[in-house]
Protein backbone atom coordinates (compact mmCIF):
# COMPACT_ATOMS: atom_id res chain seq x y z
CA UNK A 1 0.00 0.00 0.00
CA UNK A 2 2.92 2.16 -0.68
CA UNK A 3 1.70 5.83 -1.53
CA UNK A 4 4.63 6.96 -3.33
CA UNK A 5 7.32 4.53 -4.47
CA UNK A 6 10.84 4.65 -6.31
CA UNK A 7 13.38 2.31 -7.48
CA UNK A 8 16.33 2.08 -7.16
CA UNK A 9 16.84 2.62 -3.32
CA UNK A 10 20.46 2.85 -3.71
CA UNK A 11 22.85 3.51 -7.01
CA UNK A 12 26.02 3.72 -6.99
CA UNK A 13 27.61 4.09 -10.86
CA UNK A 14 31.00 5.67 -12.42
CA UNK A 15 31.33 8.82 -13.66
CA UNK A 16 30.30 9.53 -17.53
CA UNK A 17 27.59 7.03 -17.52
CA UNK A 18 23.40 7.36 -17.98
CA UNK A 19 21.23 6.14 -14.87
CA UNK A 20 17.46 6.59 -14.50
CA UNK A 21 15.65 6.62 -11.40
CA UNK A 22 11.66 5.67 -11.52
CA UNK A 23 8.48 6.89 -9.38
CA UNK A 24 5.30 5.44 -9.10
CA UNK A 25 2.25 7.11 -6.93
CA UNK A 26 -1.14 5.39 -6.69
CA UNK A 27 -2.67 8.15 -4.64
CA UNK A 28 -4.37 9.04 -7.90
CA UNK A 29 -2.70 12.69 -7.69
CA UNK A 30 -2.29 14.80 -10.95
CA UNK A 31 1.38 16.18 -9.85
CA UNK A 32 4.98 15.13 -9.26
CA UNK A 33 7.86 16.21 -8.58
CA UNK A 34 11.72 15.65 -8.51
CA UNK A 35 13.78 16.54 -5.31
CA UNK A 36 17.31 16.62 -4.67
CA UNK A 37 18.88 16.62 -1.50
CA UNK A 38 22.24 17.51 -0.52
CA UNK A 39 24.75 16.31 1.93
CA UNK A 40 23.61 19.19 4.31
CA UNK A 41 20.20 18.09 3.71
CA UNK A 42 18.81 21.28 1.75
CA UNK A 43 15.96 20.21 -0.72
CA UNK A 44 15.79 21.85 -3.59
CA UNK A 45 13.06 21.65 -6.38
CA UNK A 46 14.07 20.09 -9.54
CA UNK A 47 10.88 19.53 -11.86
CA UNK A 48 7.42 19.14 -11.48
CA UNK A 49 4.52 17.55 -13.97
CA UNK A 50 1.30 18.21 -13.99
CA UNK A 51 -0.98 15.71 -15.83
CA UNK A 52 2.18 14.61 -17.42
CA UNK A 53 2.95 18.05 -18.58
CA UNK A 54 6.00 20.07 -17.08
CA UNK A 55 4.97 22.79 -15.43
CA UNK A 56 8.64 23.68 -13.00
CA UNK A 57 11.68 23.34 -14.68
CA UNK A 58 13.75 24.66 -12.59
CA UNK A 59 17.81 25.77 -13.21
CA UNK A 60 19.12 22.21 -13.25
CA UNK A 61 21.71 20.70 -15.83
CA UNK A 62 19.94 19.54 -19.03
CA UNK A 63 21.80 16.37 -18.87
CA UNK A 64 18.91 15.44 -16.58
CA UNK A 65 15.46 14.76 -18.06
CA UNK A 66 12.07 13.87 -16.60
CA UNK A 67 9.54 11.58 -18.24
CA UNK A 68 6.06 10.88 -17.21
CA UNK A 69 4.76 8.17 -19.40
CA UNK A 70 1.52 8.83 -17.71
CA UNK A 71 0.00 10.67 -14.52
CA UNK A 72 0.83 7.98 -12.03
CA UNK A 73 4.59 8.11 -13.11
CA UNK A 74 7.63 10.30 -13.47
CA UNK A 75 10.87 8.97 -13.80
CA UNK A 76 14.39 11.08 -14.25
CA UNK A 77 17.07 10.01 -16.32
CA UNK A 78 20.82 11.56 -16.14
CA UNK A 79 23.43 11.64 -18.60
CA UNK A 80 27.03 11.84 -18.15
CA UNK A 81 26.68 11.44 -14.72
CA UNK A 82 29.36 13.81 -12.89
CA UNK A 83 30.37 13.43 -8.95
CA UNK A 84 28.25 16.56 -7.69
CA UNK A 85 25.42 14.42 -8.52
CA UNK A 86 25.68 12.48 -5.77
CA UNK A 87 22.44 13.38 -3.93
CA UNK A 88 19.11 12.14 -2.13
CA UNK A 89 16.70 12.11 -4.90
CA UNK A 90 13.03 12.43 -4.02
CA UNK A 91 10.01 12.03 -5.77
CA UNK A 92 6.88 13.39 -4.40
CA UNK A 93 3.62 13.67 -6.04
CA UNK A 94 0.30 16.12 -4.73
CA UNK A 95 -3.69 15.93 -5.88
CA UNK A 96 -3.42 19.10 -8.32
CA UNK A 97 -2.68 22.67 -8.69
CA UNK A 98 -5.28 24.29 -7.27
CA UNK A 99 -5.35 25.97 -3.81
CA UNK A 100 -6.78 23.64 -0.76
CA UNK A 101 -4.52 21.03 -2.35
CA UNK A 102 -0.60 22.11 -1.71
CA UNK A 103 0.04 19.61 0.48
CA UNK A 104 2.86 17.14 -0.97
CA UNK A 105 3.71 13.37 -0.35
CA UNK A 106 7.67 12.26 -0.65
CA UNK A 107 8.42 8.64 -1.57
CA UNK A 108 11.53 7.18 0.01
CA UNK A 109 14.36 8.48 -2.11
CA UNK A 110 17.01 7.12 -4.40
CA UNK A 111 21.21 7.54 -2.59
CA UNK A 112 23.03 8.33 -5.82
CA UNK A 113 26.77 7.49 -4.97
CA UNK A 114 28.54 8.66 -8.68
CA UNK A 115 32.61 8.02 -8.01
CA UNK B 1 13.88 23.51 24.58
CA UNK B 2 14.06 26.33 21.32
CA UNK B 3 16.02 26.65 18.05
CA UNK B 4 16.12 29.57 15.59
CA UNK B 5 16.27 27.26 13.05
CA UNK B 6 18.94 28.01 10.29
CA UNK B 7 21.37 29.63 13.14
CA UNK B 8 20.86 26.39 15.05
CA UNK B 9 20.59 23.52 13.06
CA UNK B 10 20.65 21.06 16.16
CA UNK B 11 18.23 21.18 18.88
CA UNK B 12 18.25 18.58 21.61
CA UNK B 13 15.85 18.39 24.29
CA UNK B 14 15.23 15.68 27.26
CA UNK B 15 12.00 13.44 26.80
CA UNK B 16 9.04 14.66 27.97
CA UNK B 17 10.29 18.16 27.40
CA UNK B 18 8.24 20.86 25.09
CA UNK B 19 10.45 21.40 21.86
CA UNK B 20 10.06 24.42 19.50
CA UNK B 21 11.58 24.82 16.30
CA UNK B 22 11.61 28.04 14.49
CA UNK B 23 11.87 28.76 10.92
CA UNK B 24 12.44 32.41 9.12
CA UNK B 25 10.24 32.41 5.81
CA UNK B 26 11.10 34.72 2.85
CA UNK B 27 8.17 35.82 0.80
CA UNK B 28 5.72 37.75 2.59
CA UNK B 29 3.23 36.57 -0.51
CA UNK B 30 3.57 33.07 0.69
CA UNK B 31 -0.13 32.43 1.46
CA UNK B 32 0.50 28.04 2.57
CA UNK B 33 3.42 26.97 5.08
CA UNK B 34 4.05 22.88 6.40
CA UNK B 35 6.13 21.60 8.29
CA UNK B 36 7.63 18.19 7.77
CA UNK B 37 9.76 15.71 9.79
CA UNK B 38 12.39 13.43 8.06
CA UNK B 39 13.78 10.34 9.83
CA UNK B 40 17.26 8.99 9.12
CA UNK B 41 16.94 6.99 5.49
CA UNK B 42 13.14 8.06 4.37
CA UNK B 43 11.48 10.67 3.04
CA UNK B 44 9.98 13.68 4.51
CA UNK B 45 6.83 13.01 5.91
CA UNK B 46 4.04 16.18 6.32
CA UNK B 47 3.25 16.69 9.88
CA UNK B 48 0.81 19.55 9.79
CA UNK B 49 -0.08 22.70 7.56
CA UNK B 50 -1.27 26.32 8.24
CA UNK B 51 -2.90 29.25 5.27
CA UNK B 52 -1.77 33.14 5.84
CA UNK B 53 -5.39 33.40 6.79
CA UNK B 54 -4.71 31.50 10.19
CA UNK B 55 -1.57 32.51 12.97
CA UNK B 56 -2.21 29.10 14.58
CA UNK B 57 -2.98 25.68 14.32
CA UNK B 58 -2.83 22.72 16.35
CA UNK B 59 -2.61 18.82 15.74
CA UNK B 60 -1.95 16.05 17.71
CA UNK B 61 0.92 16.89 20.23
CA UNK B 62 2.23 19.41 17.41
CA UNK B 63 0.90 23.35 16.52
CA UNK B 64 2.31 25.31 14.51
CA UNK B 65 2.19 29.48 15.07
CA UNK B 66 2.38 31.80 12.17
CA UNK B 67 3.87 35.15 12.40
CA UNK B 68 3.23 36.93 9.14
CA UNK B 69 4.83 40.61 10.71
CA UNK B 70 8.25 39.31 11.32
CA UNK B 71 7.73 36.02 8.35
CA UNK B 72 8.45 33.83 11.24
CA UNK B 73 7.10 29.93 11.95
CA UNK B 74 7.33 27.88 14.46
CA UNK B 75 6.71 24.06 15.41
CA UNK B 76 5.93 23.01 18.99
CA UNK B 77 6.22 19.62 19.64
CA UNK B 78 4.28 18.77 23.49
CA UNK B 79 5.64 15.75 25.75
CA UNK B 80 9.13 15.10 23.31
CA UNK B 81 9.46 11.29 22.86
CA UNK B 82 12.30 9.61 21.27
CA UNK B 83 10.46 9.12 17.90
CA UNK B 84 10.18 12.70 17.44
CA UNK B 85 14.10 12.35 16.69
CA UNK B 86 14.24 13.23 12.71
CA UNK B 87 15.12 16.81 11.06
CA UNK B 88 12.07 19.11 10.62
CA UNK B 89 11.76 21.20 7.68
CA UNK B 90 9.24 24.54 6.98
CA UNK B 91 8.29 25.12 3.32
CA UNK B 92 6.41 28.05 1.85
CA UNK B 93 4.36 27.73 -0.97
CA UNK B 94 6.04 30.75 -3.05
CA UNK B 95 4.51 30.80 -6.43
CA UNK B 96 1.02 32.11 -5.36
CA UNK B 97 -0.48 29.36 -7.80
CA UNK B 98 0.40 26.58 -5.21
CA UNK B 99 1.93 24.67 -7.22
CA UNK B 100 5.52 24.78 -5.65
CA UNK B 101 7.00 24.39 -2.05
CA UNK B 102 10.81 26.22 -1.20
CA UNK B 103 12.32 24.50 1.92
CA UNK B 104 14.04 25.67 4.81
CA UNK B 105 17.29 24.60 5.39
CA UNK B 106 16.13 21.66 8.63
CA UNK B 107 16.84 21.73 11.87
CA UNK B 108 18.01 18.46 13.49
CA UNK B 109 15.71 17.43 16.82
CA UNK B 110 17.92 14.79 19.12
CA UNK B 111 15.67 13.60 21.97
CA UNK B 112 17.97 12.15 25.10
CA UNK B 113 16.46 9.74 27.45
Known amino acids: DTAVSQTPKYLVTQMGNDKSIKCEQN?????MYWYKQDSKKFLKIMFS???????INETVPNRFSPKSPDKAHLNLHINSLELGDSAVYFC??????????????FGPGTRLLVL | GESVGLHLPTLSVQEGDNSIINCAYS??????FIWYKQESGKGPQFIID?????DKRQGQRVTVLLNKTVKHLSLQIAATQPGDSAVYFC????????????FGTGTQLKVEL
Open chain 2, 27 to 32: NSASDY
Open chain 1, 49 to 55: YNNKELI
Open chain 1, 27 to 31: LGHDT
Open chain 2, 50 to 54: IRSNM
Open chain 1, 92 to 105: ASRENVGKGQETQY
Open chain 2, 91 to 102: AENIDGGGNKLT
